[in-house]
T-cell receptor, first 114, second 114 residues
């Protein structure tokens, strides 16, 4: 079974500064990786996903993530954050071909400070 | 509707009672998932439907939990003899198929067992 680790429960960042949210997954023959964002009082929204191909994945709202097989990581980055990026971010993994049976990390609360 | 709809948005019940949580997926989506999110945790997979059948129910914690999707659209998650530990946000998601597509999440039902 997959496991996903998000070591940082909270990440405070100043507005317009870069940010990296860390995610590590347990090794598997094949793995599909996702980042979801949850804004206050809203449902989960997909930011980006890695299924195969290029290891650098670009998503919505200026976010990107890099799949690193040797380090079993899928860290999320944004070069310049805005107040509106304040939210809970979840990394998730699946051994299947899609979004079924996702295993989520515990989440990282991104706090943007003015 | 435009998105995944879950009702009720909040449910308070007494310990030992039976509850039903409803999910209306996006029209035409054949795949439907239930997850449970406890406070401070990421969503935890419960069950996955492809059409009317439960393709994977390995995440259901015990036999007090049951879910149905009789016509391949609306799904109901049923919890018998509720316990305080069942208190959580129950999330539903749907996707067009079981392939490499995004799962769209509803806003969840917050269940509180008192």
């Amino acid at each position: 079974a997959q496991s996903v680790t998000q070591l940082d429960s909270q990440v405070p960042v100043f507005e317009e500064a870069p940010v990296e949210l860390r995610c590590n997954y347990s090794s598997s023959v094949s793995v599909y990786l996702f980042w979801y964002v949850q804004y206050p009082n809203q449902g989960l929204q997909l930011l980006l996903k890695y299924l195969s191909g290029s290891t650098l994945v670009k998503g919505i709202n200026g976010f990107e993530a890099e799949f690193n097989k040797s380090q079993t990581s899928f860290h999320l980055r944004k070069p310049s954050v805005h107040i509106s990026d304040t939210a809970e971010y979840f990394c998730a993994a699946s051994s299947g071909g899609g979004a079924d049976g996702l295993t989520f990390g515990k989440g990282t609360h991104l706090i943007i400070q003015p | 509707g435009a998105g995944v709809s879950q009702t009720p948005s909040n449910k308070v019940t007494e310990k030992g009672k039976y509850v039903e949580l409803r999910c209306d997926p996006i029209s035409g989506h054949t795949a439907l998932y239930w997850y449970r999110q406890s406070l401070g945790q990421g969503p935890e997979f419960l069950i996955y439907f492809q059409g009317t059948g439960a393709a994977d129910d390995s995440g259901l914690p015990n036999d007090r939990f049951f879910a149905v999707r009789p016509e391949g659209s609306v799904s109901t998650l049923k919890i018998q003899r509720t316990e305080r530990g069942d208190s959580a946000v129950y999330l539903c998601a749907s996707s067009p198929d079981r392939g490499r597509t995004e799962a769209f999440f509803g806003q969840g039902t917050r269940l509180t067992v008192v």
